[in-house]
């Protein structure tokens, strides 16, 4: 079982829909949960992050953590053209490192 | 402008050649990362730095190796013994790498080197 796992799409929206992103996690010790937004060629841009159980908005973005069942999400709403990116989800492994999962690609329709 | 840089951005190297990526941050930040990431894969951790003077291997480390004699440096070596280099390398900085949930080790990237094995 991988320790970062994601649904790597493609996950295709209309623009102003509402795109769901999930990853599941195998280390039931991590504490640190991060959202990293990568276009195509380029390095990872930090989107957010969380640590605690419920949800965390900031602006178009929520991210959602539930520790018991070992998942973490991210939504984005009102999706635009520019969103259309591959998303990686990371987590804070067993050596307190981050491990990422192999990321959701994600494209918005206009 | 505070920031991370990495050099350069396109590297080629012949077999059995030695290379060094360069990475450097203004961040104050303690802690620095090497990536490496392959077409439609996710980051794989292949050396990290806590303090200067110090390094941990991460798990891809054969073939590679780093120094970190400045805070703000932390150049990675890709020797002739890494069989298959040609890849796209991020490097990283965090204030720590505590990963207790604190904030504090928040990973923010530089632009990424590519290297291709001509």
């Known amino acids: 079982q991988k320790e970062v796992e994601q649904n790597s799409g493609p996950l295709s929206v209309p623009e102003g829909a509402i795109a769901s992103l999930n990853c599941t996690y195998s280390?039931?010790?991590?504490?640190?949960f991060f959202w990293y937004r990568q276009y195509s060629g380029k390095s990872p841009e930090l989107i957010m992050f969380?640590?605690?159980?419920g949800d965390k908005e900031d602006g178009r973005f929520t991210a959602q953590l539930n520790k018991a069942s070992q998942y973490v999400s991210l939504l984005i709403r009102d999706s635009q053209p520019s969103d259309s990116a591959t998303y990686l989800c990371a987590v804070t492994g067993p050596a307190r490192q981050l491990t990422f999962g192999s990321g959701t690609q994600l494209t918005v329709l206009p | 402008d505070g920031g991370i840089t990495q050099s350069p951005k396109y590297l080629f190297r012949k077999e059995g050649q030695n290379v060094t990526l360069s990475c450097e941050q203004n961040l104050n930040h303690d802690a620095m990362y090497w990536y490496r990431q392959d077409p439609g894969q996710g980051l794989r951790l292949i050396y990290y730095s806590q303090i200067v003077n110090d390094f941990q291997k991460g798990d891809i480390a054969e073939g590679y190796s780093v120094s970190r004699e400045k805070k703000e440096s932390f150049p990675l070596t890709v020797t002739s013994a890494q069989k298959n280099p040609t890849a796209f390398y991020l490097c990283?900085?965090?204030?720590?790498?505590?990963?207790?949930?604190?904030?504090?080790?928040?990973?923010?990237f530089g632009p990424g080197t590519r290297l291709t094995v001509l």
């Open positions: 969380i640590y605690s159980n």
């Open positions: 990283a900085s965090s204030i720590d790498s505590s990963g207790s949930g604190g904030g504090a080790d928040t990973q923010y």
């Open positions: 280390d039931r010790g991590s504490q640190s």
